[in-house]
């Protein structure tokens, strides 16, 4: 029966944090908008019309929105492509290891695509994905499990055989309601309601995708 490795992108195979606070501080300062950082932090990982509206106020229609956004993502892709995007600690390694090993693997995400596509191209590692699901692709933003079970579907992997990898609690409770099991990075010591929780991927147990799957024959995950 096929297994799959949903990866959840910003955050959890990269730290795309600089680019995308770069991106929307010059953006929104060429429309007269002034954001902090803490603003900026509240909103990663969340759909733009999700968080744009408030942050344009009176003059936030869904036109100013949507060209605002595509501004943004065009800066955040362009920094991307000039400066490239390395992958974090363990993520490498267990991206082809998995492809190597048979297991399906897929982004599930709340980029829009063209920021997906650039980046695993700059990671080298598209070939290694069989699914791609972006903002595009849903009408509910995480922790609704609409991404987890669009990107299962796609691989051909049923919910009890994949497991979500994500860096955010919104993301490990959509994989809980999609029926999934999940690993959580922890990296800034977030506190994440996942099977197995770590700082960095270079840090999980060598079994611990299989361990997952078949818990009553490998004992416990962590």
Wanted: proline share 5%.
């Amino acid at each position: 029966m096929p297994r799959a490795v949903l990866w959840d992108m910003d955050g959890t195979l990269i730290d795309s944090e600089e680019f995308h606070w770069i991106s929307w501080r010059d953006t929104l300062a060429k429309e007269g908008v002034t954001i902090t950082y803490e603003q900026f932090l509240r909103s990663f990982g969340r759909r733009d019309d999700a968080f744009l509206p408030q942050w344009l106020g009176g003059a936030a229609t869904p036109e100013r929105i949507a060209s605002v956004a595509e501004a943004k993502e065009e800066l955040y892709r362009d920094l991307v492509r000039k400066n490239g995007m390395a992958p974090l600690p363990g993520v490498a390694a267990w991206i082809h290891r998995l492809h190597e090993e048979g297991w399906l693997q897929a982004i599930a995400s709340a980029a829009p695509r063209p920021n997906i596509d650039v980046v695993l191209d700059a990671l080298n590692a598209a070939h290694c994905f069989q699914g791609i699901v972006s903002a595009d692709d849903v009408h509910r933003g995480k922790p609704d499990p609409e991404v987890f079970l669009k990107a299962a579907a796609r691989v051909g992997a049923p919910a009890d055989r994949c497991i979500v990898v994500e860096d955010a609690v919104a993301g490990v409770q959509g994989a809980r309601s999609a029926g999934m099991r999940s690993i959580g990075v922890g990296r800034n010591g977030n506190h994440l309601p996942a099977d197995i929780v770590v700082k960095s991927l270079d840090l999980l147990a060598v079994n611990a995708f299989d361990t997952l799957l078949r818990p009553e024959e490998n004992g416990d995950a962590q």
